[in-house]
């Protein structure tokens, strides 16, 4: 306590300079804030999104599956393994899915397709389908007939009540080929997408493809990003004997590696700020100590330990800091949450990268504690770094000499 | 048994181009209670031995016992400990902490040694009413004219309970009236308290009052006398 406002009254006794020195973390802690809230913020935006619009958190797939994309193998579309699914702590979603390569015709033209074989209810409930569709209406469980994308449509010509073709190779190498009264168009933002993806009911992609009750992935949605690793052990405890169960992490390593290059990017950034304040703070805890040496002396001379003199030092440093760093979050926290809730709507390359990948170009800012917590604790570390210089002036204080000069 | 206790001292310095011997063989003897004003021209050596009376630097040769306690055999840092339980100081530059107010001054030292909170209020009061303060106690020291600051600052010597204070020429920046009066204040604290008070000074007036005065001439006392009590 004595040490604190000891500490404290003497900050005050360069005003300007404390003030200045203070406003400097403010800044850098203002700016940092807002920084990683965007970074972070928009981090955890794409993975949501991304993970909701393909992979889910988690697949399971039979073993090999991911690296081959053979269609042969495929594993049971058993309601028990659903519902065990369901059952462990943290899933909220399972789903699953028959996907696989075809090309799709009509009396004008022939393409390339991607064949969803989709539960709609589920499928509708992850990533809202159905308000993509853009003619007709969705698919319904047990549905004889197909969305299609509208790139697709286009191409080949072809609208709501029209008939597609679908042929391709189906379990096993048998031949796999069908006709579907298109029930809707669906129009996506990716263009890979929009050019290719046919969506079939589960019971009909299955049929088409000669492969009744089977699957080739099942995606596992969970709670909060958070409890990710606590649910993958679960999934892949219980089913990782028999199949293989992949993180979106090992299906999506790309977009893994695009966050660590854009959040390194980012510390960067905030590691020069702090190492241009840190100089600051550095700067006027070593005046605030070689100003008060002789004062120090008398200290000294009283019976005040250097070890105590020294905490008093620290103390100054730190409140000095922590001034900054209060004040930038106090500043900084109110923009944060109104942008965490009213997103930006990006423009330019930004907004088309993020259509690119099918997402909506917005940014909302993360409020997430660790985002504060890890900027108190780098402020506070410079705060006692700065304090190593004056604590080797205090190591060498002799009362005499101090009190002499 | 004699409080401060000095064996043939010799102090040395030789941070300089030229060593300068600035004790030269000083014995020296003070009892509890006693009144001792060390006196002699500038350069003598009276800061140097005040020093080392009061445990902030070490002899070159020779032994210092303070309190019983040979200073050679104390730890840099048992020294600072030593200092804080065993003497006051009172400094020409006051010296006071600028930021703290009078009575957070003189009760710094017992928050140093810990003492509990009633304590310290008890003592801060007594003390700033034996210096004639207890107007002043929550003015900061900045507010405070010199004679006034001197005196808050006799009371944080006396604060920590100390076996015996030193004031090295706490008179030097003092006008004439106040020098008075913070002589006065020191010669009732030692009547009334007991309190054993050496201090050094050029002031012929001071030397006048003293009881009993050390004479220095270049690093060797030269006299060293002890008047009746009046
Ligand atoms: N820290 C020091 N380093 C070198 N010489 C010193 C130091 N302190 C005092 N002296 C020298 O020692 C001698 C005695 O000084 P001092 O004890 O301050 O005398 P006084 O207090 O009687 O004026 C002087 O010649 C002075 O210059
Ligand atoms: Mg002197």
Partial sequence: MLYLQLAWRNLWRNKRRTIISAASVFLAVFLALLTRSMQLGSYNFMIENVVRLSTGYMQIHQTGYWNTKSIDLALP??????????????????????????????????????????????????????????????LEDADSSALVADGLARYLGLGVGDTVVLYGMGYHGTTAAGQFPIRGIVRFSLPEMNASFVYLSLHQAQTFLEMPRLINSLSVMIDLPRHQTAAYEAVSGAF?????????????????????????????????????????????????????????????????????????????????????????????????????????????????????????????????????????????????????????????????????? | MAIIELRQVEKIYDSGAVPVHALRGVSLDVEPGEFTVVVGPSGSGKTTL?????????????????????????????????????????????????????????????????????????????????????????NRVSELSGGQQQRVAVARALASGPSYVLADEPTANLDTEAAGTLLNIMESLNNERKTTFVFSTHDSRVVERARRVVRLVDGRVSEDTTHRPA
């Fill in chain 1, 240 to 405: 990782g004997r028999n199949y293989e169960v992949l993180s979106w992490q090992q299906m999506m390593p790309e977009v893994v590696q695009g966050i660590a290059v854009d959040n390194a990017g980012g510390i960067i950034m905030i590691a020069i700020l702090y190492v241009v304040v840190g100089f600051g703070i550095f700067g006027t805890v070593m005046m605030m100590t070689l100003e008060r040496r002789r004062e120090f002396g008398v200290l000294s001379a009283l019976g005040m330990k250097r070890g105590k003199i020294t905490l008093m030092v620290l103390a100054e440093s730190v409140l000095l800091s922590i001034l900054g760093v209060v004040s930038g979050t106090i500043a900084a926290f109110p923009l944060m949450l109104y942008f965490a809730n009213s997103p930006f709507r990006l423009s330019g390359e930004a907004a088309e990268a993020m259509l690119k990948l099918g997402l909506e170009p917005l940014l909302p800012l993360s409020v997430q504690p660790s985002i504060f917590i890890s900027q108190t604790l780098t402020v506070l570390a410079i705060a006692m770094v700065s304090t190593v210089y004056p604590a080797l002036v205090l190591r060498r204080l002799e009362p005499v000499q101090a009190m002499h000069t």
């Fill in chain 1, 77 to 138: 579309d058993d309601p028990a393994m659903r519902t065990r699914l369901m059952q462990m702590e943290h899933v909220t979603q399972v789903i699953p899915r028959l996907q696989s390569f075809a090309l799709a015709a009509s009396n004008q033209a022939t393409r390339g397709a991607m064949i969803q074989g989709i539960n709609p209810g589920l499928e509708d409930r992850l990533n809202s389908l159905s308000g993509k569709i853009s003619a007709g209406s969705y």
């Fill in chain 2, 50 to 138: 005040l020093n080392l009376i009061g445990g902030l630097d070490r002899p070159t040769s020779g032994t210092v016992r303070l309190d019983g306690t040979d200073l050679a055999a104390l730890s840099r840092s048992a020294l600072v400990e030593f200092r804080l339980h065993h003497i006051g100081f009172v400094f020409q530059a006051y010296n006071l902490i600028p930021v703290l107010t009078a009575e957070e001054n003189v009760e710094f030292v017992m928050l140093l040694q810990g003492r509990p909170k009633e304590t310290r209020r008890k003592t801060v009061h007594e003390l700033l009413k034996a210096v004639g303060l207890e107007e002043k106690m929550s």
